[in-house]
């Protein structure tokens, strides 16, 4: 259900009394408020067979390493079922906490396996670091558009969520530093790198202008990375947690989603102490702890791969997927339309030209059996109904070169 059509607070019980009973208390106000996600609703239409989707956000299948997964499932039920199968601790497995500790360390932010905590999915984190940091009014900053899912996530934690205004490399640090000293927000969540939906990078100097007034003016940071292993041209940009000024209030969420599989939900949270523990009494609560036969088998795989070879191979394949979509994106837009070139990720973000609805266009593209993602419920305010989202991962490049086809059908007959 969308926002919009969310009923009003007086209609909200969860169902109608029979005789002789009395109605159960309504829903929460927060869970009435929150709607469901339009793209789940655009990704159930997209299943239909034969259609090229652009739409989701889904790493591609093909390149699951499915046969070494199920080997390092088998050696952790093998070697140690017991263990794998018994309860274990919130913190999560001490191999694998030590495993992300080490990467975070590889790549230049060091790192000990007691500042991250295992969690069911980085979207559990970002659900913990919610919790543990927003009261119900609570001013949170976000970039504008920003990843729908967080959105909710806020929302449901009855956060006042603000958009900071952005331009086409992300966050412009001096209204953030403006809206942190009129708004007096609690936190500020951020994609740096490759973002959802837009695929941008925020560059290193205002990396560093965010940590600054986040030092300064005393401002939580959560900052979101799911895809910056995904770099397929270019140089990383150190990240915000790596900032004096930042490092003692910047929560780091990682994820095994988009280098491994979703499947697993498995991401992490890198924080500093007191939040960390804050946040791992939240997990306790929510789930006592993230599946321990899926944490002994990332952390087999782990020490038994190369997870440095598996990612060029993905990277090599989604290089090639995003040049096709890049190469023929030109001749499938209508004239006047715009768009990016991410380094990395999963996703370009164009713009129509003026008087085009890209939700009013998406009917015409999956009649033409493509899709794609609608920009505006992306955004947190003032949403731009020519923004649209293109996800290149789930195609060959040949798929991708037929659906740009369709889609220039899709807009003639728009
Ligand atoms: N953050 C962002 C920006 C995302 O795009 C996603 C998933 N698409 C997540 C968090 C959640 O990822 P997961 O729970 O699979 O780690």
């Known amino acids: ?49 034969g259609v090229i989707s652009f739409a989701g956000g889904l790493p591609a299948p093909e390149l699951f390493d499915t046969e070494g997964l199920r080997a390092a499932y088998e050696a952790a039920l093998t070697d ?48 913990l670091i919610a919790g543990t940091l927003i009261e119900p009014g609570d001013t949170v900053l976000v970039e504008n558009p920003t990843y729908l899912a967080a959105l909710q996530c806020f929302g449901l934690a009855g956060a006042r969520v603000l958009p900071v205004p952005c331009d086409e490399q992300g966050i412009l640090p001096d209204a953030l530093e403006e809206l942190v000293l009129r708004e007096r927000p609690k936190l500020l969540y951020t994609i740096p790198t490759f973002q959802n939906p837009t695929g941008r990078t925020l560059p290193a100097a205002r990396r560093t202008a965010v940590a600054a007034t986040a030092g300064r003016l005393g401002l939580w940071i959560a900052e979101d990375d799911p895809y910056g292993e995904l770099r397929y041209e270019g140089e990383p940009v150190p990240w915000i947690a790596g900032h004096p000024g930042a490092a003692d209030r910047t929560a780091l ?7 491994l599989a979703p499947g697993l939900r498995l991401g992490f949270v890198r924080a500093p102490g007191a939040l960390l523990r804050a946040a791992t009494v939240a997990k306790q609560a929510a789930d006592l702890h993230t599946s321990t036969v899926d ?21 090599g394949a989604y290089r090639e997927r995003r040049d096709a979509l890049l190469a023929g994106l030109g001749g499938a837009l209508p004239g006047g339309s715009e768009w990016n070139r991410p380094e990395g990720g999963m996703f370009v973000w164009a713009r129509l030209p003026e008087g085009l609805d ?11 059996d493509v899709a794609f993602v609608p920009g505006a419920p ?37």
Do not use: N
């Open 80 to 127: 140690s079922g017991a263990r794998a199968l018994q309860y274990s601790t919130t913190e999560g497995a001490p191999e694998l906490r030590a495993l992300i500790a080490e990467r975070f360390t590889r790549r230049g932010l060091p790192t000990d396996p007691a500042e991250v905590l295992v969690t069911t999915g980085s979207q559990q984190a970002l659900t």
């Open 358 to 368: 890209a939700t009013a266009v998406l009917k015409q593209a999956v009649a033409h």
């Open 1 to 49: 259900m969308s926002a919009a059509a969310a009923p009003p607070a007086s209609a909200s019980s969860p169902s109608a009394p029979g005789a002789g009973f009395a109605a159960p208390p309504g829903f929460a106000a927060r869970a009435r408020t929150v709607g469901g996600s339009p793209v789940r609703e655009i990704l159930a239409l997209t299943e239909r067979p």
């Open 253 to 259: 969420l990682g994820s095994f989603s988009k280098i």
């Open 295 to 315: 944490q002994l088998a990332a952390a087999r795989y782990l020490a038994a791969h190369d997870l440095d070879a598996h990612l060029e191979r993905v990277r």
């Open 378 to 414: 992306f955004h947190a305010a003032y949403a731009d109904p020519r923004s649209l989202r293109l996800s290149f991962t789930t195609h060959t490049p040949e798929e991708i070169a037929e659906g740009l086809r369709r889609l220039a059908l899709g807009f003639a007959s728009a």
